[in-house]
């Protein structure tokens, strides 16, 4: 098979042909095209694939760089290291459809629901960090750091260049939402933001309550039903129900008991 043909089968010149484009170099790609048809030496397109595959990788390793800063994960969590027997009300499947990031590109929601310890950021950053991987633009908040920025921005008056800093990723994650209540206009600036992202951007979020207590936190019964109709319309709710992390870690940690010969029946006390 000659080069031009190969060109045609998605061969060496096809490779090349698809990382110019990746690459947004157009113009060269159409030169390519015309050196195909000319029978360039397959020795020549071999060392013109391993340049373009280098700068490819080497951008798409800057790129992800890029992101991770970008994305200000407190700390790194892979979803490879969830243990899901631990709370096997979440289903690893459907966990691992998400991380494909479809999810990102149909703008959807994904909620994870549970008492705290259960690994509900775990899942949050590691749903994020795969979305780094596919090139994606990740940000990482906290409910009470993204109130505390609309405020602010607010008594600014810049609402509106905040909420597009924000739109500008593809996925952002707010985590622990309803572990402080907000005053109403709090309250109204995460309404805000949130239906700002409402079918145009995916979010994703963790919350310790239950959709029917979301009043406490938000104050106004009708702002909050409105909310959780943008937030639950197309979205993915995962409940996390079990016994806590940290506090299965804690006993791990503790010493050992010893029984007590003088107790009744060896009674065992601690050591």
Known sequence: MSVAEAFDDAGLW??????????RLPGAAAHCRALAQEGVGEET??????????ELESREL?????????????VIKELGAFDFSAVPTVPKARVEELATGRFVSASECVILVGNPGTGKTHLLIGLGMEAIRKGLRV???TASTLVNELLLAR???????????????????VDELGY?????????????????RYETRATALTTNLPFAQWTQVFGDETMTVALLDRLTHRSHVLLLNGESYRLKESRRRMPPRS?????????????
């Open 14 to 23: 096809g490779r090349i042909d698809a990382w110019l484009h990746a690459l």
């Open 155 to 173: 008594a600014e008056l810049r609402i509106p260049k905040l909420l597009r800093f924000y739109g500008a990723f593809d996925l952002v994650l």
């Open 62 to 74: 800057r790129r992800y760089q890029r992101n991770l800063r970008t994305a200000r994960f407190p």
């Open 139 to 141: 940000r990482f908040v």
């Open 45 to 54: 397109v071999r060392t013109l694939e391993g340049v373009l595959a280098a």
């Open 259 to 271: 029984a007590d010969p003088s107790s009744p029946e060896g009674e065992v006390k601690p050591s």
């Open 180 to 196: 402080v209540p907000f005053n109403r206009e709090a309250a109204q600036l995460l309404f805000e933001f949130f239906s700002d």
